[in-house]
């Protein structure tokens, strides 16, 4: 039949148009506040997503990647001994204070890892070069931090604790939106830079009364010294406190048993995959803190918001036909024509909602991840998932909007 | 599987003599007995209709006449089976409408009914051929762009086919309703006040359209008017008032 749902909703263009952009509103809100909440979840532990390990020797006492206790940095060697275990690498998570060029303070997360290694860094350089960083106090930031660190094209130094960082590369789509700027050192620079903020000791002296007199001496390093005048980070020594070791088994091992061995030689650790100690992260931040409700709770308000939107206009615009829904039932069409009619128009708006929203929000999600780094993740699983839900959206507000044909008076059809 | 018997199949569902209420049906199309209609509005009630009985013959141009508010509209309403009485039985061509069910209704409008309306009610967005269409594609008939044509061509607006009700007349607008009510062949035509948004010439050329249209086809059209104006194209006048029939004059 000449499709009189198109022909409706194309007879007054403006109307049409004032009428889809708020279908455009509501679709763009689901996608953005569903691209959010998919995106953070994704990139709180995208870094372990990078990583090409099979299995992770965690502490015991780890809630979340991010959050864990040390390991004895000998449990290295001990890994390498047992049988199965191909390669074993060590990582360092670390906090410490930036501070900017420009004199602000800002959080930083500090990885240390061996630039040599072939387990964590897995992630693409926008530029510089991994070797780079063997370079004593150098560092490779995450893209879309230099914002947060008061970096750009001239300025790519900061310090640390008062020990100098100059960055020497950016890894691409690496940054935790759960996190404070990424920063990848070497493990000497990274454990310098961590050490170097608890470097205080406490000296004590015994008085004649008996009681302790205490002064604590912290050894900051003054700012603005030249590199040329530091001494080089010091290596990694056994004693040192690490979070991770990334195991790569041998061919043909098979994992649980490696899993096995490796738990009987190293007390007080756990052993993950790489997917069980990412899935342990995103549920950390998805069900234990707050921010995974709250996206959720964005992406549902978003929800009901767009199907009350797309309610009202495809009420308004039943409503603004339904002399013609009228003309047709008394002509003698059925219901079933007159629901095909309604539901073609909410599909036509659901798609004409539906294609351009999504051109937004890619456009959208693209400078957000370039000027802040935070990631609104449209997968096609998600594309497809407002998709359906635009569909049911309509779909819903179709089924709404139909109530009112069902009974149609005939004094409106007769009516001048 | 056995072959059906189709003999016997034919033999026992198909009747030998037409019933009664058929033969009745070949020469009155509309005969509605004893109606009554109570509009209830909140705790008020308005007999807008009592105890109306109306015959309306087969080919003939019936016009239902009265002032204002005096039931026109509710009893065309009922006679359609758009409303039902709060009382009393409707016969269309044989059939007890007053006893179907709302979707047989809608089928049997579809089939045997054709509405013209005061205010036109074509679709705004369809240009005339495809409002006429939509009336052919409701009913399954195909090739429903040529036998649009040739409709509004029996209207006299073949040229008019891709006008949209917006760039067309009063009178024309009319004329495409008309065509769109003749789609499938309905045996009756109702049209409520069909002339009353027309000047009295469109209006004259109107109703002597939907005259010629009944006389050559043999359709039975019922018209509700109260433009004395028409008077001389009817076959038969009922004059309503205050929801009660008080005349039915035989003219000519
Ligand atoms: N839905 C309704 N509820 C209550 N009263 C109604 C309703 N529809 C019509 N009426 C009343 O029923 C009476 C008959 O109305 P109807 O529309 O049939 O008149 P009419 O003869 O067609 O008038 P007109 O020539 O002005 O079109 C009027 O008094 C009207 O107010
Ligand atoms: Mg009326």
Redesign the interface.
């Known amino acids: ?2 499709s ?1 749902a198109r ?2 909703l ?2 007054d263009i403006p109307r049409f148009l004032v009428a889809q952009a708020g279908i455009m509103f509501a679709v763009s809100l689901v996608t953005v506040q569903l691209g959010i909440l998919r995106g953070f979840s994704r990139s709180t532990a995208i870094v372990i997503d990078y990583a090409r390990a099979d299995l992770w020797v965690a502490s015991k006492e780890m809630v979340a990647f991010e959050l864990t206790s040390p390991l004895p940095a000998d449990y290295v060697n001990k890994s390498m001994a047992i049988t199965g275990v191909d390669r074993a690498e060590i990582l360092l998570v670390r906090a410490g204070r930036w501070r900017g060029a420009d004199g602000k303070l800002s959080p930083a997360r500090i990885f240390g890892f061996n630039p040599d290694g072939e387990l964590f860094a897995g992630w693409t350089l926008s530029d510089g070069s991994l070797q780079a960083i063997k370079q004593p106090y150098t560092a490779i930031i995450a893209s879309g931090v230099e914002k947060s660190l008061g970096l750009d094209e001239n300025n790519r130094t900061g310090s640390i604790a008062g020990l100098p960082v100059t960055i020497v590369g950016t890894a691409e789509d690496v940054q935790s939106n759960a996190s404070s700027p990424f920063l990848f050192s070497s493990l000497e620079t990274a454990n310098t830079y961590g050490d170097a903020e608890i470097n205080s000791s406490i000296n004590c002296v015994r008085q004649p009364d008996g009681n302790l007199n205490c002064t604590n001496s912290f050894k900051n390093r003054p700012l603005g010294q030249k590199l040329g005048d530091l001494a080089s980070p010091q290596p990694l020594s056994l004693s040192d406190p690490i979070s991770y070791i990334l195991i790569r088994a041998k061919p043909g091992q098979n994992l649980p048993q490696l899993k096995q061995r490796l738990l009987a030689a190293l007390p007080e650790t756990q052993i993950l995959t790489q997917a069980e100690i990412a899935a342990i992260t995103r549920n950390y931040w998805e069900v234990r803190t707050g921010v995974g409700f709250i996206l959720g709770l964005g992406a549902t308000v978003g929800f009901i918001v767009g199907m009350v939107v797309v309610g009202q206009i495809l009420y308004a615009s039943v409503a603004d036909h339904i ?2 829904f ?10 079933g ?1 007159i629901y095909r009619i309604i539901i073609e128009q909410s599909l036509w708006m659901a798609i004409l909602g539906y294609v351009p929203s999504i051109g937004i929000c890619l456009t959208l999600g693209q400078w957000t991840q370039m000027t802040r780094g935070i990631m609104i993740l449209i997968e096609p699983s998600t594309a497809a998932a407002v998709l359906l839900l635009t569909v049911v959206m309509c779909m819903g507000s179709a089924i709404f909007a139909v109530q009112k044909v069902t009974r149609v008076d ?2 409106i ?4 | 599987m056995t072959a059906i018997d189709f003999k016997r199949f034919f033999a026992k569902t198909t009747p030998i003599a037409p019933s009664p209420v058929q033969a009745m049906a070949k020469e009155t199309a509309i005969v509605a007995s004893h109606i009554n209609l109570v509009y209830r509005n909140g705790g008020e009630e308005f007999n807008a209709l009592q105890d109306v009985s109306l015959t309306v013959k087969s080919g003939e141009v019936h016009l239902l006449m009265g002032p204002s508010g005096s039931g026109k509209t509710t009893l065309l309403s009922i006679l359609a089976g758009l409303l039902t009485p709060t009382r009393g039985q409707v016969n269309l061509l044989g059939e007890e409408i007053t006893q179907l069910s709302r979707s047989r209704l809608a089928a049997f409008r579809l089939k045997h009914l054709g509405f013209v309306f005061q205010g036109f009610n074509l679709f705004p967005a369809l240009t005339a051929c495809e409002n006429v269409e939509v009336a052919f594609h409701l009913k399954g008939v195909p090739q429903a762009r040529k036998h649009a044509i040739e409709l509004l061509d029996q209207v006299g607006l073949a040229d008019r086919c891709n006008h949209r009700p917006q760039d067309l007349s009063g009178g024309q607008k009319q004329r495409v309703a008309i065509a769109r009510a003749l789609a499938g062949n309905p045996q009756i035509i109702m049209a409520d006040e069909p002339t009353a948004a027309l000047d009295s010439q469109n209006g004259h050329a109107i109703i002597t359209l939907l005259r010629n249209l009944a006389k050559t086809s043999g359709r039975t059209v019922l018209i509700v008017t109260h433009d004395p104006r028409i008077l001389d194209v009817a076959d038969r006048v009922t004059d309503l008032e205050d929801g009660k029939v008080v005349t039915k004059a035989k003219l000519g």
């Open positions: 039949m000449a009189i022909k409706n194309f007879e002399r013609e009228g003309t047709l039932k008394a002509m003698g069409a059925s219901n024509v005939p004094a059809v007769f009516k001048a």
